[in-house]
């Protein structure tokens, strides 16, 4: 119980990293399991799991966030692109490039972070639900939430819209450096459409001797991101809404294996990692359209990494006999957002 909440989530872990926790299960990757980790490296090669970050291309897939917009930075009023200093002083001989860049943090390869999804849950055991998140950091928007007190808003900025609690940047700083594990979905179940319970996921893991402890990394391979890479940046939404294993969040069963298993991360190379939209419950009870998204990000501080390019590392770990290596994966150490882009490597 803190000063925040009277109340958690059925099912959340609230609190159990202390109070004012914003790292959530990055917390269980501990010196320990990164020693793990780097005792896994046993050929040195390495993968960058991430997609071109132009891919998948146009705004077909979501069309709030666009690809990249390059353009240089300005010196004396010209693009400072290819740009000879000689015009400012003969005497000199550089010639320089600098670009910037208008960028949707969750456009291609990504991280989500703890404040990317929230909840209307009733915290202070008021009768009223109010908006908040992971580890009940309180935010507010008016119009949503009568009940909200400007002075209690913990969460938001509303200059800038910026996350002033569990922003991407608390994820940064832990390193994100440990074990990853790889669930190949893609090579039990091909590019056909299929929704993954706890049932079929299970099946998998024992096929292929695969086991999950506490503060791993876990990447599920489905294939979407290697058909978003066939594309060439012009994606068929019809084509890719039909193709790929995909978790079944609403699944309790599979909820249930997401909190017991103690994994620190759960990553996927399709976009939201479960199928969306996947609704509100069928009877009259409230509930999330992303049910996987409400457990892991609100309830249990698990970030969540999607569109990753896990083709070529499945292969390679498939074709060895190993499923396990080391993961190296930060993200942009960008104070106050919700979600970063990644660049991250396997080494194994």
Known sequence: ?????????????????GPDDERGRMN?????RVLAAVREVQVGKRFCLSLPLDLP??????????????????????ANFNFPLAELDPRLTDVVCDDA????????????????????????????PETVYYNGWRGGREVLDPH???????????????ARRLGIHNMAETGVQGRGVMIDLHAHFGRARQRVGYAELERVMRADGVVVEPGDMVCLHTGFAQAIVEMGGDPDPA????????????????Q???????????????????????????????????????????????????????????EWL??????????TAPPLRLPGAVGSPATPVATV
């Open 57 to 78: 291309g146009g705004r077909l897939l979501n069309a709030r966030r666009f690809p990249p917009r390059r353009f240089a930075t300005d010196r004396a009023g010209r």
């Open 1 to 17: 119980m803190t000063e925040r909440w009277t109340r958690r989530p059925e099912g959340s872990n609230w609190g159990d990293f």
């Open 148 to 162: 909200h007190h400007p002075e209690r808003d913990e969460f938001t900025r509303h200059e800038g819209n910026e």
């Open 256 to 314: 249930a294996w997401v909190r017991d298993s103690g994994l620190a991360v759960l990553i996927a190379d399709n976009y939201a990692v479960e199928e969306v939209p996947n609704g509100p419950p069928a009877d009259a009870r409230c509930g999330a359209s992303m049910p996987l998204h409400e457990l892991c990000l609100f309830k249990l501080g698990v970030h969540l990494g999607e569109l990753w390019h896990l083709t070529p590392l499945a």
């Open 318 to 327: 498939r074709a060895n006999g190993r499923y396990r290596f080391l993961l």
């Open 101 to 128: 860049v208008l960028l949707c943090l969750q456009y291609s390869t990504q991280w989500d972070s703890l404040a990317h999804v929230g909840s209307r849950f009733d915290a202070d055991g008021d009768g009223e």
């Open 239 to 254: 084509v890719l809404e039909g193709s790929c294993p995909v978790l079944d969040g609403s699944d309790p069963e599979l």
């Open 28 to 32: 269980l990757v501990t010196d320990e």
